[in-house]
């Protein structure tokens, strides 16, 4: 089966310093990536996507870089803030048969020094 | 509210118990995902619903677990026999097309299997 992986389950960081997320995965057929973030009790939350035909996209604080050769995502976090502390998933889409679904990593979790 | 909304919030039952799970997703949302989450692990692929029916539900783990959308809005997840194996997070979600594009995530509900 499809497998996502991550390279580190626990990031701490200064507040203030930027924070970079690793995920690897298996699937060369997805074609789309999506990272979410998730704090204690709450379910995951959208935070950015990314298109397999990009290698690169911004918004508001954040990156997502996709390497298609090495199968690699990342999720960087510029100035990272106490609110930033969570767990970070990402997710790719597996297509197959007319069904898509999104396949979760495992999770890294984001701690941030005051 | 807006937001995907799912009931009961916490379920604590005893082996051998029948449960239901409900799920009530963003209006005008056709697609409508379950997964489950275990502590310290993503989220896990369990069913998909496009419209009323179930496009995909390969990630049920046995027949013991079962999932409608008679109406093509609110969802149930029904777990017969439960064992306390099946205690874990269920998350709900949905999303306006059925490609699996941003899903929006409920808050879950947390069962326990005693």
């Known amino acids: 089966g499809e497998s996502v992986g991550l390279h580190l389950p626990t990031l701490s960081v200064q507040e203030g310093d930027n924070s970079i997320i690793n995920c690897a995965y298996s699937n060369s057929a997805s074609d789309y990536f999506i990272w979410y973030k998730q704090e204690s009790g709450k379910g995951p939350q959208f935070i950015i996507d990314?298109?397999?035909?990009?290698d690169k996209r911004q918004g508001q604080r954040v990156t997502v870089l996709l390497n298609k050769t090495v199968k690699h995502l990342s999720l960087q976090i510029a100035a990272t803030q106490p609110g930033d502390s969570a767990v970070y998933f990402c997710?790719?889409?597996?297509?197959?048969?007319?069904?898509?679904?999104?396949?979760f990593g495992s999770g890294t979790r984001l701690l941030v020094r005051p | 509210g807006a937001g995907v909304s799912q009931t009961p919030s916490n379920k604590v039952t005893e082996k051998g118990k029948y449960v239901e799970l409900r799920c009530d997703p963003i209006?005008?949302?056709?697609?409508l995902y379950w997964y489950r989450q275990s502590l310290g692990q993503g989220p896990e692929f369990l069913i998909y619903f496009q419209g009323t029916g179930a496009a995909d539900d390969s990630g049920l783990p046995n027949d013991r677990f079962f999932a409608v959308r008679p109406e093509g809005s609110v969802s149930t997840l029904k777990i017969q026999r439960t064992e306390r194996g099946d205690s874990a997070v269920y998350l709900c979600?949905?999303?306006?097309?059925?490609?699996?594009?941003?899903?929006?995530f409920g808050e879950g509900s947390r069962l326990t299997v005693l």
């Open positions: 979600a949905s999303s306006f097309e059925g490609t699996a594009g941003e899903l929006f």
């Open positions: 997710a790719l889409r597996w297509v197959m048969d007319s069904s898509y679904k999104l396949i």
């Open positions: 209006s005008g949302h056709t697609a």
């Open positions: 990314i298109r397999s035909n990009m």
